[in-house]
């Protein structure tokens, strides 16, 4: 891991994919949360079955998504987390930009993946 433009490439890359995961999260439990208050709406307005049983196909079908998202996150975590603490075992990354953004974007997902774990 001496290669310092390989690593720096590797953490721009994970960095990446870990913001990108818990932003596809954050839309995919918003959108959960705004089928959820549709499906209570049908139900409160006494729609047709038909429209509450559809409403709540979508509504499993976010619920996969956030799963899923989740377990695409904890991996995004875990990667990103095994290569900053090398990175940072490393002398000739003391004091790193590179190294500074990828551990931001690490304190970020983790503490949305971390407080989603213990809940």
């Known amino acids: 891991m001496s290669n310092k433009p390989a690593v720096h490439r590797q953490l721009n890359i994970k960095s990446g994919i870990a913001k990108r995961v818990l932003k596809e999260h954050i839309l995919y439990a918003k959108e959960a949360e705004e089928q959820q208050r549709k499906v209570d709406k049908l139900i409160a307005n006494d729609a047709e079955e038909w429209d509450v049983k559809s409403a709540r196909r979508i509504l499993e ?10 377990n695409r996150l904890g ?10 603490l090398r990175a940072k075992n490393q002398t000739e990354f003391a004091e790193d930009i590179e190294l500074l953004h990828a551990e931001e974007a690490l304190e970020e997902a983790s503490v949305h993946f971390d407080s989603k774990v213990s809940a």
């Open 75 to 84: 991996k995004a975590v875990q990667d990103l987390r095994e290569l900053v």
């Open 61 to 70: 079908e976010s619920h996969r998504m956030i799963k899923d998202s989740d």
